[in-house]
């Protein structure tokens, strides 16, 4: 592990509780809340006692404590040069982070010591100056409850002013893309960040919380024939969905994909390039979609 348990949320818990401690304001309301928010909630009942009776002696019964200093927590140079790592990466600009104290340590790895596999190479421009303040803009939106404005530009050609309330941003790690979940728009419920030419604040959101549904989640089960390594190819193209899989007979299994609904048209791209070793079997609805897709790519003559 890079980050030992010595600097792990039980200390982090205990260094806040020592440093009301010096300060005079601890009291035991204080500690279960510090308890609740920094560790897990029932640690309450093996901490303070351990407190409170000089198991660990850090506090006298009086609540004051004999230690002078506020608790610090040095990172080690291990942890440094992780963190030196991780500042190398291109999305990092994005977030607004003060890396100086890192000009002088040796990364613990580069960029060019890793590919990701299975991702598509038409990821954001996440060093281009007006993408990062597009997403600098968006993110405060987000925080402040505002609306947006927003010059966009869809996949498929179209340009549109859209106003809308931002509500979370996500990130896909297959496409290596930032897309914002919207509300009060009859044109999308989400917008790529690439896509958006401009973007300004206009004012206070209206959207008080989205549907339970917006996002629901969706499922299809396939048969699967395991011919030219079809199976491990299968598990590894849907390795980041929740997937359940069983055998059935010899070199035959099925397999249930639970996905967001909003990304049918995605799983109906990555079932089809399977050609004939997968077989979807259910929902009908999600069958009829594969059929239609089929019929589309006929009448284009594609075979």
């Known amino acids: 592990m890079l980050f030992h348990e010595i600097y792990g949320c039980y200390y982090q818990a205990i260094a806040k509780i020592l440093s009301l401690a010096i300060s005079g304001e601890v009291t035991e309301k204080s500690m279960k809340e510090i308890i609740d928010n920094n560790a897990f909630s029932e640690s309450f009942l093996e901490i303070v006692p351990a407190l409170g009776n000089g198991q660990w002696p850090l506090l006298l019964s009086n609540l004051t ?16 040069r992780w963190l030196k790592a991780i500042s190398l990466d291109k999305r990092i600009k994005l977030f607004q982070a003060d890396w100086d104290f890192l000009k002088d340590v040796e990364p613990l790895f580069v960029p060019s010591d890793y590919i990701a596999f299975d991702q598509y ?36 050609g179209t340009h549109r ?10 990130y896909s790690e297959k496409d290596d893309k930032f897309r914002i979940d919207i509300a009060s728009c009859r044109f999308a419920t989400m917008l790529n960040v690439a896509g958006i030419e401009s973007c300004e604040i206009i004012g206070k959101a209206r959207f008080v919380a989205l549907p339970e549904d917006r996002h629901s989640e969706a499922y299809f089960l396939c048969e699967l024939s395991d011919e ?42 990555r079932i089809l390039s399977f050609g004939p070793f997968v077989k979807v079997l259910e929902p009908e609805y999600f069958v009829n979609l594969i059929k239609e897709r089929l019929q589309m790519q006929k009448s284009c003559g594609l075979k």
């Open 65 to 80: 404590t004999p230690i002078q200093h506020v608790p610090t927590m040095p990172l080690t140079t291990l942890q440094l």
């Open 161 to 170: 002013r859209i106003m809308c309330d931002p509500v979370k941003l996500e």
């Open 228 to 269: 030219r390594n079809a199976l491990e190819r299968f598990l590894l193209h849907f390795a980041h969905f929740k997937k359940e899989a069983w055998q059935t007979d010899g070199k035959q299994y099925q397999i249930k994909i639970h996905y967001d609904a909003d990304d049918k048209t995605e799983l109906l791209i």
């Open 121 to 156: 190479g038409d990821g954001d421009p996440y060093e281009d100056e007006n993408y990062i303040h597009i997403f600098h803009t968006i993110v405060t939106a987000i925080k402040e409850h505002q609306k947006i404005k927003v010059e966009y530009n869809s996949a498929k």
